[in-house]
């Protein structure tokens, strides 16, 4: 149940509730001792910003990749789609940023620190020998310049709706001494752009590249030369398999009926969809909360599992109040595109039903024993019709265990409380008015 403890109670659209969450340093790379700041953004199911309708607490971690990590706690401001936190960064390596919510997607993203130390820059032709040109003294080095490549989907939720995006960083060794491209192959169609092109300017020593995929799976990368050739030696990252997920970024509730009387039952089904809202099975089970926008009832259960392989369950809804209501649901990474609507109407025949069977039992309950009078015959209907029109509220409200609010809305069952109501309605009413130290008036 801790799904539904943290479920927001604004009404859930897509496009205006986030899905995923974004992580965005403004540098791609710092020297040792410095801070970076870090823009946290919530995403929809569109890869849009969205605002949070609450306070929601992100549960961030950086560390050196593979190394030890430090958390903090941030929180983004109900009706904002960001936060800002600065960290610092006091050992050179590669640190791993991500920020984590339990019910959305995750984000990450890598930032180099560099020695404090100003690093070797040269001028190179990978054909011939020049001289190094060094900022400080430093050893000279010679041979291929050395890549590092890291991808973002190892620690990002990534989905195939060929909009989410895997960013390929390259770190090099050292600054470019020309322009250099780093060429990633895949054998799937379904990947753009293929091939994928690294392209680091003179000077600078890390650039960016990104890909999408419009099939879940594993999609297989190789990094295949650069340009020029041999001029680049790939030391991490040079073969990766990166994946993406099933593109479920919506749930549909469909209600079957869509129409009721207060007092009956609903089915709700409940299905997986993508942005297209074409059904989408997931690959792992996923629990999926209800929850009332407006409006007044309560579901069989409050959460349904859907299995792996599956993209739908159901359950029941029963209304306790009459009008429209809306419901709404949300799993981890995706909510409902439009709310679904139930209305629901109040048993007019049923009630009516029910107070002439009221008036009936009180007029028995008036006859049963002599004498009668006029005051008594009054008396018993008018507290038989009350008491049955009481019987029968409790009873569709489910405050009666052995009348379930079903039996409010058939006929038989509106006649029968109605006769019990009215049967008891009298003797009831004087009871209560003796319990209450109040004078009762003979009927007699």
Known sequence: MWLTAILWV????????????????????????SSVEVKVELRDAFDKDANTPKDLKIAFTFGVDGGGVKRLDLTIKAGTDSAKVKIPLSAPGVYLLKAAHPYLREGAAYVRVKPASSVLKRSWNPYGTNPFVLANYQPVRSGTIKAQLYYTGDESKLIANGVEKCKIIAYLSEPAPFDIQLRLVSPFANVTPNPIVISIDKDEDEATAELASTVA???QLQFVGSRPSDAVMVTRGGEKIVHFAPPISQIRLTLSPPKIMLGRTTGVAVELTDDRDKPTAT??????????????????????????GSHGASTNFTPSASGRIKLSARTFGAVTKTPATLDVSMPVLAMILTIIAGLVGGLLAAVRTPPLSGWRIAY??????????????AAQTGLVPKLPPPATVNFFGATMIGLLGGWIGAEAFNTVLKLAGLPVRQTA
């Open 380 to 393: 018993s209907s008018l507290g038989g019709i009350v008491a049955a029109f009481l019987l029968y509220a």
């Open 10 to 33: 604004a009404p859930v659209t897509a496009g205006s509730l986030p899905v995923r969450i974004a992580v965005n340093p403004d540098e791609a790379s710092v020297r040792a001792g």
């Open 283 to 308: 690959e792992r089970e996923l629990e999926v909360a209800l929850s009332i926008d407006d409006g007044h009832g309560d579901f069989e259960s409050r959460t349904v599992k859907i299995p792996s």
């Open 217 to 219: 799976g594993d999609i």
